[in-house]
């Protein structure tokens, strides 16, 4: 007879914990080895190259629904989703492998689709596409991408070096990309339950394009390069500004103060977000696949970052003991929350 | 009104062809891009550095089955089956990247076991793991493996050297773990059967090991730097003989002629496909799964290679004019065929 043994949920041990926890006894061998399990990218040196490798893999029904997602588009997002992560560590992607296990029913048109997708990303941002496997799925599709990247040494930058009154600063504008993706599932549910309604999407567009058809913000690296500004710390906002602020302030041992009124949303959000009855500011704090840039710079470099056309600064970086803290508009300040398990990065 | 397009199914364009048609648009742009697909890994110049980059994705269902595959192997397996490929370019894998998507229901003590694998295997082989990403998915469990080697550029061993009588080399012997997969599918099937009886699994320890906790062949490599032997081509035979050496045929531009009975199979392969109604020669054939190297010396490297410990000499390269055929035991002559689509890699 066995003896049953009380396991453990997923979901106990949370988003963040579960590669830490799954990885504890793993130590790193090589001397090419640089860093491993822990940024949004290992690093790996030879000589004087710092290579940034990232891996990333997206999966039906999780992290996209073919229902209202083009093929197409889905390639080019896989892309995006990978070189963000590069860009991420101040890095310059260089090569892609992309594999994918799908359906034998799906067409070779349908895949066709896909890989031009990937193509018009490749092209847009100048990598090359090395290598891929293709298998058959008993279900779903499942996409798998890894990129290879490189910087210069001195250039790397981490999830692990915001200091204490350094600038917290973002690119862009964030929650659309969650925005689009609610009003994709309203009219998913829409037709479903009548199928003669064509759904109405053209005053969405914007939203619906970020979360469609989303970039990876190449520019702000360039942007970087050309003042001269090398981050203490940076990430891609994929989980939502939050969680990855957490990642921050974890690895960097130090604690954050953001205001509210200063994150940026753009207004078809706002009104987007409104008409389906959620705060524009969840979306921004919780929605996640923005692919913008969340990043830490002293406060000496403040003139610099204000002159920057698309950065706005949020917030700064304070002691840890000083907790996550999020400054309301009527100048309240709530604790900030992390999603706990949702299917996405760790 | 749209009008139907007849599509293509994926079978029509057949295993092998279908990664190249799909990216058969896709041209490499950045000077670090030395090699693309086509080969069993991408190849990055990065100075003297060669790297050398792997993708695979292993699918439940279609790679694996968790009914008798204990978490603890499979995670061994993932690792033995991408570092397979580096060993493949006579280069040596460093580090790997580990990503996968499982159900929420799956508990932590189960991925524990999955990780514990993945230790001793990083641990024999020597390699760090650098990265991964957990996800959750709403069916079966997908691994995506990724491996990054080195070499130095005059080692490395490609596909496409193979030279007219060139001799075909493979190491160990072939078809067990093809045969161990087919005795735990009887196995299951009686089982399902009836729940009563249970599995006998005692007389099938070797093909069962090879199916369940593979090898990957760096012992070859090794014996190659200390002998100073370069093949000329070399594969990993992971779909099966005919698969592999015909990979070597289209890339360097040649024909095959191999010899059946020189065919290396084990002994136990051999009793347990009788027992199964399979010629053993089908499963060392089209099997796959075996993780051996299949490479080509020059004739004037015979007398080391048949000096070698567990290394085969199984025929040798045609022009391609000749085709690629199979001599029987009775001297008769048949064209060798590869299988078509089947989920496995491109």
Request: proline share 3%.
């Amino acid at each position: 007879m066995t003896i049953k043994r009380k396991l453990t949920e997923l979901s106990k041990l949370g988003e963040f914990r579960l590669i830490e926890h799954l990885t504890r006894n793993f130590k790193l061998r090589n001397k090419s080895s640089f860093k491993g399990i822990g940024d949004d990218a290992a690093v790996i040196r030879h000589g004087k190259n710092m290579l940034i490798l990232t891996t990333d893999l997206l999966v039906e029904g999780i992290h996209f629904n073919l229902v209202y997602t083009p093929l197409k588009h889905l390639g080019y997002k896989s892309v995006v989703a990978g070189i963000s992560d590069i860009y991420a560590m101040n890095a310059r992607p260089e090569q892609i492998t992309i594999s994918i296990a799908v359906s034998n029913k799906i067409s070779v048109e349908s895949l066709e689709e896909f890989y031009t997708g990937i193509k018009l990303a490749c092209d847009r941002y100048q990598i090359d596409l090395v290598g891929g496997d293709t298998s058959s799925s008993m279900t779903g599709m499942t996409i798998s991408i890894n990129v290879l990247g490189t910087a210069k040494p001195e250039e790397l930058v981490y999830r692990s070096g915001a200091c204490i009154k350094d600038l917290i600063c973002v690119s862009g504008n964030l929650g659309a990309a969650y925005a689009g993706l609610q009003v994709l599932e309203r009219e998913r549910r829409i037709f479903q339950s009548d199928k003669m309604i064509q759904p109405d999407l053209t005053r969405y567009d914007y939203v619906l394009e970020r979360q469609l058809k989303p970039e990876a913000r190449k520019d702000i690296i360039d942007m970087f390069k050309e003042k001269e500004i090398i981050p203490t710390s940076m990430i891609d906002i994929s989980d939502g500004l939050t969680s990855d602020l957490f990642h921050i302030c974890k690895q960097s041992e130090v604690g954050c103060r953001i205001y509210m009124e200063k994150i940026p949303i753009d207004e078809e959000t706002e009104r987007t977000a409104r008409e389906l009855n959620v705060e524009p500011v969840i979306c921004a704090l919780n929605g996640g696949e923005d692919y913008e840039l969340l990043f830490t710079v002293p406060l000496n470099k403040s003139e610099i970052i204000t002159s920057m056309t698309g950065i706005s600064v949020i917030g700064h970086i304070t002691d840890a003991d000083w907790g996550k803290k999020m400054v309301t508009r009527d100048g309240g300040e709530v604790e900030l929350k992390a999603q706990g398990w949702n299917g996405g990065d760790p």
